[in-house]
Every structure is written in C-alpha cells, then in structure tokens.
C-alpha cells in the first residue's frame, strides 16, 4: 500500500483535518445522549435556569456536531478528488514510460478498466477511510465507553449482540470479497468487447455482423451481471441482520431497563426516587446502543467497499510497479552525431522464456545517407529488425549501433528524436493536420510544415480542403483515407529532421507513382538521412543501394536489385509474380 500512498502527497494535510473534524464530531454526538439525559431527569417547574442551561449546551454541542461534521465533508472530499487526480496521473506517467514489451504485458482494455473503474473504487473507499472507517470505530468506542459509565449491566448486553452481528457481518464479507476478485476480469472483458467493436464500426457494418457483436457484448454484461447479483444478494442480508439485531437491542433494554427501575425506584410522596438508574440515563442508552449498531452497519458497508477496492489497488499497483524494460544508462551519449547503423550478430524474442528468437544472427552494416530496402514475407520478422534501432526493444544477444556507438549508451529521447519511424499501423490524433504534424516538430514553422508535406505528396490534397492545414481530424484520422494518413504520417516523420527515417510498409495505401515522387524527393532533399524502406512492392525498394531479403528471421540475401535477381530465389518469385500481375492488370 505504500505505492498507492505516495500518490497522497499534498493532499495529506485534508486527509489529517478529515480524521481530526470527524473525531470531534463523533465526541459531540456521544456527548449529546449524555447531557440530554441530564436534562430529562431535570425536567421539572423547580428547575427551570437549570433547563435552560442544558438546553443551551445541547444546541452549542448540536451546532458544534454540524460544523465539525461539515468540515470533515469538505477536507475528505478534497483529500480523496486529489488522490484519486494524482493517482491516474502517476498511472498515465508509468504507462508512458513503458517499453514496448512492457506494454505487451497489459490489454488497452484493461488499462482503461485501471485508470477508470479501479481508480474510483479506490477513490470511493480513501473517502469511507477517512471519514466512515474512522467514524465508525471511534463510535462504538465511544458509545459503550459512556454506555459503561452509565449502567455496565445493559452495556454488557451491548457488547454481546454487537459481537454476533459482527462476527455474522465478516462472514457475509469473506463470501463477498471472493467474487470480487473475477469481476474485475469481467470489466475487462467488457470494456475489451466495446473497444473491439467500436475500432472496427466499419468492419462489423461492412459484415453484418453487428448481431455477432451484440450477442458478444451481451454474453461479457451478463457474466458481470450475474457476479454482481451475487454480491448484492449477500450483502442485502446485512440489512435484515441489522434489524434483527437493532430489535433485539430495543427489546433487551426496554425489558431490562424497565425492571430496572421498576424495582430500585421508590415514591418519596412528591416525586419518584431512581436508585440505580434514571429516565433519562435509559433514554441515553437506547440512543448509545442504536449508534453502536449503526456505526458497525457501516463500517460493515466500508468494510466491503474497501475489499472491492482491494482487488482494483493490485491492479493499480501493477501498473504503478512495472519497471521500464528500457532505461537511460548512467552517463547518456546526447548527439547523434550520423545515421550509420551497425548489427553485429543481433539476435531477439520477444519473452526470456520463448522457445525460439524472432531475429537470429542479424549482421548487417549501413552507412550514413544510405537507402536500404528490407523485403521479406508475412512473418519474416521485418517491424522487429528495424524497432531494435530507435530502442523500442532491446537486443536479446549481440549488439546495435548508431553512429558508432551501442544504442543502449544513448539517452533514450536523444535517440528517438534522431531516429523517425512511420509505423505499419498509422495514427492520426483529433485535431488540426497542423496539430498532428507538429506532434514530428513542436517548433516547426509554416514553412516547414509546408515544405515536408510537398516532399510526402500530401500538400496537394491538404490544399484541397476548405480549411486547409487548418483541417479538423478526427480521433484515428478516420475522416481521411488510407494513403492520405499514410502521407500526413510521412511529413510528420520528415519535421523530426531525422539521422534515420525508417518507413515500415508506410506506403502500401499509396499509388506507384506518388510512391515513386516520394523516393524521389527524399534523394533530393534529405540525401544525408539514412533511409530504411520496408515494403512488399519490389518497385518501393529496387532503386535502394541496398536490398536485404530476410526469411523466417534470418538474413536471406544481400544486394543490389539487380544482383539479387540474378542470385536470390525468394526476391525472384516476389519480383516475377508481381510483375504477372501488373501484365495481367495491362491486358
């Protein structure tokens, strides 16, 4: 818990004035019943200055009772809405500083389940904590200490029901907490079918498999339904238990008390004497013994709040104790200062216990400002090569250098800035095209906007839009098509100024030609940047100085296009059956 305790930080002193306020609170109501039973048994013509002074300090100690209480509302409220805010921001701080295999290890559903439902239930029980879970013992604490001093007999009494309520409370909690264990995985499941379905709309609609999906969606809601009806039927027990056991209260005293002061009052010819215990003094420990029970209800009700809350703060501390796989070395290299890169016998997988590498025994030298093509089938391992280089992975055996020097010695963001990668699956943010290309460069200017998206071919259909660079895009960039996303994610790439730009088959959803005007232009305008294309059209990568042909996580061959037509088989099957199907599409 000392994890989720460091996300109080200045919210500790609320938290503190919360406990404080309630205990004075809870002074005063126990207070109360014991100077109103004074004022009952003062009740007479004979004393009326007297009953005017209990009534006066039973409306200051009423008033005090609201004001402290108030009190405690208001610094408990703030302590846990601030808990909660710093507890989803030092999640979010986590999760962005999660390698890639860390992030393998969580559902995004399952993360959002974290950051959203945990976190209020946490939220929810740090507010009964402080003031309910507080509350509540000092209560019954209090109760039975003035309960005690006012008659140990029917005290004791107290004690006795209120240990079997509790003993059958926490039994009913015990069966409760069980089954809050397998519904956060259900929440999980749920949220995971709505992501699902909601992503892929298109998909589903161009289907008809929204009947599919419903039933999908359906099926996870009612497994969390029927876990949840379980606990609410156990936890609904609480209530006639509670009753029972409020009536029995009621039932002992009244008979108890009663004989009580039957047989030890006498009638002096004015007034009745009470011996060992007044009408007042009664009336107090009806009201005790009813604050006793109704304090343990709700701690019952904390109780199993907290046991939910339980469950969401391991998952939240999952997340919070994840170590970043990738780290900053001690003494960071800042400059980049070329965009050579160099494998030397580089081997990888993705888990320590996987049975076999991804990539094994990867030997490759690229000089600066060269253009290297990589080409290789479904599977081939291509994304994995390339996402060792910007240190997105690290290495299982072996070594990757940059500009001479190992990438683990580099400060992480110092790397990554020199090394742009427009990735298989492009993503667009909502906002302007202006907002999500600056995500490449904060500081780029107009012009430099302008000028990346000439070299990516996006400015002529950019310039067509009403609005320009100024274009709204929605979440996703679901409001462009394919190629242009893949465009806009080029010019993004290009404002890094990169040593490295690595498109990984980023120009699939391109035509050849604008493919070709693409290639074109970065020879032109950015001849210094290594260029690494990866891409299942020969066509993208036959003009690179260099073609490596990877299968089945292995180098297959290495050359220029000419050379690996005449040599490779793999690079002649792609290249001759791309070209029957370019005759076939002439004919």
């Known amino acids: 818990m000392k994890t989720l305790m460091k996300s109080i930080r200045e919210y500790k002193k609320p938290s503190i004035l919360s406990i404080l306020f309630i205990t004075f609170e809870v002074i005063m109501e126990c207070l109360l019943p014991f100077t109103t039973s004074k004022l009952v048994d003062q009740m007479n013509d004979s004393n009326t200055?007297?009953?005017?002074?209990?009534?006066?300090?039973?409306?200051?100690?009423a008033m005090a009772s609201l004001t402290f209480g108030a009190f405690a509302g208001k610094f408990s409220a703030k302590a846990a809405a601030g808990f909660s805010k710093n507890l989803r921001k030092d999640m979010y701080e986590s999760i962005t500083a999660y390698s890639f295999s860390n992030v393998d290890k969580f559902q995004a559903s399952s993360l959002v389940t974290r950051m959203t439902t945990d976190v209020t239930n946490v939220q929810n029980a740090y507010i009964q904590i402080i003031r309910t879970a507080i509350r509540s013992p000092l209560m019954i604490v209090f109760s039975l200490v003035m309960s005690f001093v006012?008659?140990?007999?029917?005290?004791?009494?107290?004690?006795?029901?209120?240990?079997?309520?509790?003993?059958?409370?926490?039994?009913?909690?015990?069966?409760?907490?069980?089954?809050?264990?397998?519904?956060?995985?259900?929440?999980?499941?749920?949220?995971?079918?709505?992501?699902?379905?909601?992503?892929?709309?298109?998909?589903v609609k161009s289907f008809t498999?929204?009947?599919?999906?419903?039933?999908?969606?359906?099926?996870?809601?009612?497994?969390?339904?029927?876990?949840?009806?379980?606990?609410?039927?156990i936890i609904g027990?609480?209530?006639?238990?509670?009753?029972?056991?409020?009536?029995?209260?009621?039932?002992?005293?009244?008979?108890?008390?009663?004989?009580?002061?039957?047989?030890?009052?006498?009638?002096?010819?004015?007034?009745?004497?009470?011996?060992?215990?007044?009408?007042?003094?009664?009336?107090?420990?009806?009201?005790?013994?009813?604050?006793?029970?109704?304090?343990?209800?709700?701690?019952?009700?904390?109780?199993?709040?907290?046991?939910?809350?339980?469950?969401?703060?391991?998952?939240?501390?999952?997340v919070l104790e994840e170590k970043p796989t990738i780290v900053n070395p001690e003494n960071p290299i800042y400059e980049v200062e070329d965009g050579s890169i160099e494998f030397n016998g580089v081997s990888f997988k993705y888990k320590e216990d996987a049975k076999r590498d991804v990539l094994s025994?990867?030997?490759?030298?690229i000089k600066s400002g060269e253009t290297i093509g990589i080409l290789g089938g479904t599977g081939s391992s291509k994304t994995s090569l390339v996402n060792l280089i910007s240190r997105l992975y690290d290495v299982t055996a072996g070594e990757v250098k940059v500009s001479g020097h190992n990438v683990k010695e580099y400060d992480l963001k110092s790397l990554r800035d020199n090394v742009a990668v427009v990735l298989q699956k492009n993503m667009l943010f909502a906002g302007t095209i202006k907002d999500n290309?600056?995500?490449?460069?904060?500081?780029a200017t107009d012009e430099e906007i302008r000028h990346a998206c000439k070299l990516a071919c996006a400015d002529e259909f950019i310039n067509?839009?009403?609005?320009?660079?100024?274009?709204?895009?929605?979440?996703?960039?679901?409001?462009?098509?394919?190629?242009?996303?893949?465009?806009?994610?080029?010019?993004?790439?290009l404002l890094k100024n990169p040593k490295i730009l690595i498109l990984d088959d980023s120009t699939s959803a391109v035509d050849t030609k604008t493919d070709a005007i693409i290639r074109k232009g970065f020879k032109e305008f950015i001849p210094?940047?290594?260029?690494?294309?990866?891409?299942?059209?020969?066509?993208?990568?036959?003009?690179?100085?260099?073609?490596?042909?990877?299968?089945?996580g292995k180098i297959d061959a290495m050359g220029t296009h000419e050379e690996l037509l005449k040599s490779n088989e793999i690079y002649q099957e792609v290249y001759n059956t791309q070209n029957k199907a370019q005759e076939k599409v002439g004919e």
């Open 437 to 443: 290309l600056r995500w490449g460069n904060p500081n």
């Open 237 to 318: 027990l609480a209530s006639p238990l509670m009753s029972a056991a409020v009536n029995i209260i009621m039932v002992v005293i009244l008979f108890v008390g009663s004989t009580i002061i039957v047989k030890n009052s006498s009638y002096n010819g004015e007034t009745f004497v009470f011996n060992s215990l007044t009408v007042g003094q009664f009336q107090s420990l009806m009201t005790y013994g009813f604050q006793s029970l109704m304090a343990l209800m709700m701690f019952q009700m904390v109780i199993v709040m907290i046991s939910m809350a339980v469950e969401s703060s391991k998952r939240i501390i999952e």
């Open 528 to 552: 210094t940047t290594t260029k690494i294309i990866i891409a299942q059209r020969i066509s993208s990568i036959e003009d690179a100085d260099k073609i490596v042909v990877l299968n089945d």
């Open 49 to 61: 200055k007297l009953l005017i002074v209990y009534s006066t300090i039973l409306i200051i100690m």
């Open 209 to 233: 498999r929204e009947d599919y999906e419903t039933t999908k969606f359906n099926k996870a809601s009612d497994n969390l339904k029927k876990d949840f009806t379980k606990v609410e039927r």
């Open 464 to 493: 067509q839009f009403s609005d320009g660079y100024d274009t709204q895009i929605t979440q996703g960039g679901t409001n462009v098509s394919g190629g242009q996303k893949q465009r806009l994610c080029i010019a993004r790439a």
């Open 150 to 203: 006012i008659n140990a007999r029917l005290a004791s009494y107290f004690v006795i029901v209120m240990v079997s309520l509790a003993v059958l409370l926490f039994i009913l909690m015990g069966f409760s907490m069980g089954i809050f264990k397998r519904l956060f995985k259900k929440y999980d499941a749920l949220n995971d079918s709505v992501e699902e379905n909601i992503k892929g709309i298109r998909v």
């Open 361 to 365: 025994d990867i030997n490759l030298n």
